[in-house]
């Protein structure tokens, strides 16, 4: 239901329900003087009655007071035409009453007459009706311009919110004074300069990205040309040479010795290959055991120093989530050999009851945080465990640096009976 179809059944509501107590107050209000006034009546006449007038003076002053009636003495109808109205049912009416004149003893039945007070009662209740009529359309005229008019900015901010699933963030609304609703310009605002500010650094992501992967693609092709083609070469050209040395043991034996130092280059480079293009061992290995692994590859080339410390209970596998936690700790630890000019690096995992938390601290000569953030290989880093539902905190000073990666894990309840990522 619109606002203003709203507040309009809520005023209708509350003005129905003020003028019925209204009416309520006023009728029992009236009931109880009416009768007040009857009772006065009768004993008013009651007192004419006693004084010292004649019969006939007492019959006109009885007749000429409204609130009192002469019956007929045989048939209990009103001499001078009064009938009760409809209004004189709700009213509980004062029996009739006989007074007896002092002076002749004659006798006279009145009765009380509620049909004039009660008109004049219908014809306030008439009034405060029309009053409240009244009052009714033109308060609600009154809100239905204000609401409407007030309410024009948030209209307004709905078209912008329905033109955000098409990939515009745009709001043209102007300022309004009513708070809340300024509040939620002021949030929406900000939301469409972030998703802008999102929407052209993923463009410009995808743009580093595409010329990453064209680069690796390069770099994968000296290294299958130039290192394995070579190493294949020389392998065909020992074969050749072994074919033609025949009569020569101590040729043959020198050169079978070469080939296979070479098919162990060629295996070795193989295994580079591979685990740059996808980690083929975390479904053997595990997680942990991967990643140390990597890791003690990595003192080897860098001949950088690493401190492995595992605490980590048994906890279920994952593929999506090894692989991006293993691609994490791959790029943290290229980006300590590449910028960081450490001799040290310390890795601890460790298990809390629904965490597996991974710290990775050098003593390197750290970066500006903030600058970096704008690179591909932190923004990647970021982007890999939002993926995983996981949290990434990268703290660095001028004594180093250090990265903590908390991902949630499942736990194995039966060690035996699961595959487990250790």
Not at 2 to 23: E, Q
Not at 161 to 190: F, P, R, V
């Amino acid at each position: 239901m619109l606002a203003s179809n709203r507040i309009t059944l809520t005023v209708v509501m509350i003005f129905t329900g003020v003028f019925s107590l209204l009416s309520v107050v006023m009728f029992l209000q009236a009931k109880a003087d009416i009768q007040k006034e009857a009772r006065a009546a009768v004993e008013q006449a009651q007192t004419l009655a006693e004084s010292d007038i004649s019969f006939e003076t007492l019959s006109l002053l009885i007749q000429s007071n409204r609130d009192l009636v002469i019956l007929d003495e045989f048939t209990g109808a009103s001499k001078n035409g009064y009938s009760a109205s409809l209004l004189t049912t709700f009213i509980e009416p004062l029996p009739p009453h006989a007074v007896t004149h002092k002076l002749s003893g004659q006798t006279l039945w009145i009765e009380a007459n509620s049909d004039a007070e009660l008109n004049e009662i219908a014809a306030t209740v008439v009034q405060v009706l029309g009053i409240f009529f009244v009052a009714l359309i033109v308060t609600l005229l009154s809100l239905r311009y204000a609401v409407n008019s007030r309410l024009k900015p948030l209209a307004k901010l709905c078209e912008g919110l329905d033109s955000m699933t098409t990939g515009k963030y745009h709001y043209s609304g102007d300022a309004t004074d009513i708070a809340e609703i300024q509040t939620l310009i002021d949030h929406y605002n900000s939301l469409t300069k972030n998703l802008q500010s999102k929407a052209s650094q993923v463009v410009s992501l995808r743009k580093r990205v595409a010329a990453i992967q064209e680069q690796e693609r390069q770099s994968l092709a000296r290294e299958l040309h130039d290192n394995l083609g070579q190493l294949i070469t020389g392998i065909t050209v020992q074969t050749y040479m072994l074919s033609q040395q025949r009569e020569h043991p101590d040729y043959v034996a020198k050169a079978c010795e070469q080939i296979q130092q070479q098919c162990n280059a060629v295996h070795q480079g193989m295994k580079e290959v591979t685990s740059q293009l996808y980690p083929v061992f975390l479904n053997r290995l595990g997680l942990v055991k991967s990643i140390h692994q990597v890791a003690q590859s990595w003192q080897d080339i860098h001949q950088i120093s690493v401190n492995w410390q595992d605490d980590c209970d048994l906890f279920e596998a994952n593929l999506e989530r090894d692989t991006q936690v293993y691609r994490i700790v791959q790029e943290a630890l290229n980006n300590i050999g590449k910028h960081a000019k450490a001799n040290q690096v310390d890795i601890h995992l460790k298990t809390d009851s629904q965490y597996l938390n991974i710290t990775i601290t050098d003593n390197g000569t750290g970066f500006d945080t903030d600058t970096a953030n704008q690179g591909l290989g932190l923004q990647s880093m970021q982007e890999r465990a939002k993926i995983i539902s996981g949290k990434l905190i990268i703290e660095s000073t001028g004594k180093g640096t250090r990265i903590v990666l908390q991902v949630p894990v499942t736990f194995e309840a039966e060690h035996h009976n699961a595959h487990i990522a250790r």
